[in-house]
Each structure stands twice: as C-alpha cells, then as structure tokens.
C-alpha cells in the first residue's frame, strides 16, 4: 500500500498526538540553523518512532520509562553500523523533546554502583567547590589530576591514602613533566598540592602532604609578553568582516583588548550583564566575584553591530558558536586563542612567544598604560588583580620609575 504524502513529505493520515510533537520538533529544529538535508535525517527517525506509536495506539500518560526504551530498541532494530549510531543519536533528541513536552518519560539511564574512588571524587569537588569557591573548567583539572595520581600510584582500585608518601609524589611529577611543555609545568604541583590539602582537611590522610610537593621554577624573571598599539589594532582589523563570524570576533578581540579580560571572562559574558543606560559592563571574574566597568563606546558599537547583524539563537550568553545549533554558548575559551592565532596568520605577524593565548591581549594593555603615565594601582584597578603584588611584574617595564630608586655607582673615592 502506497501512503499518500503531502509537498513537505508529511503523511496525510499524520493526525495523531505525536505527529504534531514531531513536527514542532522539526520546526525548532529549522530555527536553530539545521540544514534542510539534517533536518530530513530527523523527520525520518522520528517518523519511525510516531509510527510505533501508532501501531500500539499508546496515548499521552503511556510512555513511561520502560515503554519508551521498548519503543527505542524497536525503532533500532535492523539499524546497523555507523547509520545506527547516528539514527540513536537524533532518536534521543526526539525522545529528550518529548520529555520536555510532558508528553513521554526519557528512559533513566541503568545505575552505576559507587565506588570508593567516585565518592572521593565527589567529596573533593565539593570541597573544590564550596570551600576554595573554583571555577568549574579549574574543578574539572583538579579532579582529573586526582584520578591520573590514584592509577599511578593505586592502579585501578582506590587503595590506602595513607599508604601514599613523597617519594610516590615526586615520581608522579616525575612522569608527568617528561615531555611537558615548560609553561605548564607550574600546574602540575599546584593542583597536586590542591589534592593533599584536601585530604588532610577531610581526614582522609595523617599528614599534609601537600607540605612535601616542590615548587618547580618557571622563570618568573621574565617579562610579560606584549604586543605594541599599533600591532593589536591590525590583530583586531584582520579578523573583522561582514559575515556573523567575522563580527563576533572582531567584537571578542576588541572587549580583550580594551578591557584586558581574561578568556574565560569574555565567553561569560550575558546579555543582561550590559547596562547600555549607564554604559557599564559585569565582568564574571575569577574566584566568581563580580566587577563592574565601563564600556568604551568603541566595544559597544561593536557589540550592537555583532547583536543586530550577526547573533542568532535565544542563548542569554553573549558570544555563541555560529555552528548549528546556534544558540549554543562555548564550553570552553579556547575559541579566543583559536580567533587569536588566526589573526596573526593573517596579518604575518611574528608572536612575541611560541604559544599565543589570550593573556597577550591582557599584558598588552598593562604595558600600554604605563607607558602613557598610568600608575600601577591604576593598572591593578583595570586589570581586577586582587592582590597589588600581582601587579608589580609590570614594574619592570616602568624604566623611568626604577631610574628614582636606583642607587648611584660608587665611583672614586666613594668606591670601596
């Protein structure tokens, strides 16, 4: 028998209750960018999952747990290869929407028994979280340098925490500095040290270990890198263009540069956090405290142009991802770094140091400053340091503050 269709590919007996969740799916879908080709690939999985609907003529309230992951596997069924791993795929997201609705209950994923290592894990992002108040991306690396030094030193099961001693932390190091790029190694002992004073405070060890971690130099006698005016402002040119991408990054560069964020503080940034009346702008700093700015009119205006003639998607964050779907905010600040390195690309030039991140930006705007007469308190001000020793690196730029304290070379009889 031939099922008569319409010009949208809709079926024309499609009167049922899940036919027109199907279809409000479809259209959300069509609305977050999806091509019309995707968009296919779903209406096709999803049709399958209708049509068994209706052939067990299940009404609204049927679809409990067990019924929908009954409903799944028959939808999957002679699915094989790469087609069913995809067809499960936008299946899920079918069956998630139907759980939105209310209409169906998403099957509950089978429970995992505890073990003694995930109740360690999350004990410890708990105290990451409330007690030291850390941002999630940095609970993330602690936790994962909680699990790497169990395997080291425990294997897979979670063994006698007070079994551990220095000698098994130092070897830890050890094995993870070995072929380890110089710049990170001043996390490896950080987090680490973050780890052992935990379970000294939880209890979980009679000694702080954390105590017995060395401090591995990183070459703090050197200089920030930075980058002079004219360099960032042909950084900032090359990445703008007419299209939403050129736009968005052109608008991302610019809040670095003129306000000397931090990554991960430009991809936080929400559509409320913009007070257009008072021309400020909330920063989302680390250690979650919150600080207010101004807003140049020259990041404003391209904010506004990237908000009108880019931006699409119902996201509260202000930058988004322009792939599909598009409302997606970034799950990491990585893309600066990636916006970054492709302007210098573009523009040939040379950065300063071999690994281009985003803190070029934020040195650049220190060193800026003090070179037009602003003071380090005002530079600490801007750049939301929270302690004035952090600021003074940038001391060593100051030349003619430094010439005042120098003292005078003893020269003849003064010589001794």
Not at 287 to 306: F, H, N, S, T
């Amino acid at each position: 028998m031939t099922i008569a269709r319409n010009s949208g590919g809709e079926r024309a007996d499609e009167a049922g209750w899940q036919w027109s969740h199907r279809k409000t799916f479809l259209e959300r879908l069509g609305a977050q960018g999806y091509a019309a080709v995707t968009i296919q690939e779903y209406r096709t999985i999803a049709g399958r999952l209708c049509e068994a609907i209706e052939k067990r003529t299940l009404r609204i309230g049927d679809l409990d747990g067990a019924t929908t992951e009954r409903l799944r596997h028959a939808v999957l069924s002679g699915i094989t290869g790469s087609a069913r791993r995809y067809a499960k795929f936008c299946l899920g997201r079918f069956i998630e929407h139907l759980g939105e609705a209310g209409v169906a209950t998403v099957p509950e994923p089978p429970a995992k028994k505890a073990t003694a290592l995930d109740r360690l894990r999350d004990e410890y992002e708990a105290y990451l979280r409330r007690q030291r108040g850390l941002a999630e991306s940095t609970i993330a690396h602690c936790t994962r340098f909680l699990e790497r030094f169990v395997a080291f030193r425990f294997g897979a099961e979670l063994g006698d925490l007070n079994a551990i001693t220095p000698d098994d932390i130092v070897a830890f190091l050890c094995k993870l500095k070995a072929g380890s790029k110089p710049r990170r190694y001043k996390a490896l002992p950080s987090h680490l040290r973050s780890l052992f004073k935990f379970l000294f405070w939880s209890g979980k060890t009679r000694r702080n270990l954390a105590e017995s971690l060395p401090r591995v130099a990183t070459g703090t006698d050197h200089l920030p890198r930075y980058l002079k005016p004219e360099e960032i402002q042909r950084l900032i040119a090359a990445v703008r263009t007419d299209d939403a991408i050129g736009r968005r990054n052109y608008a991302m560069l610019l809040v670095m540069a003129r306000l000397g964020l931090r990554a991960p503080e430009v991809i936080a940034i929400q559509l409320d956090d913009i007070d257009w009346r008072t021309g400020e702008i909330l920063i989302r700093g680390k250690g979650k405290l919150l600080d207010r700015m101004p807003l140049p009119a020259e990041v404003g205006e391209a904010i506004v142009d990237y908000l009108r003639n880019g931006r699409a998607g119902h996201s509260r964050a202000l930058f988004v991802s322009a792939r599909t779907p598009h409302h997606r905010p970034f799950k990491n600040a990585q893309i600066v770094n990636t916006v970054l390195e492709d302007a210098f690309r573009k523009t040939g030039l040379k950065p300063p140091q071999k690994y281009v991140g985003s803190h070029l930006l934020r040195h650049s705007l220190a060193t800026d400053m003090l070179r037009k007469g602003a003071s380090l308190d005002e530079v600490g001000d801007v750049l939301r340091h929270r302690s004035r020793m952090t600021t003074t690196i940038y001391a060593k730029y100051d030349i003619d503050a430094l010439r005042s304290i120098a003292r005078r070379w003893p020269v003849g009889g003064d010589a001794r």
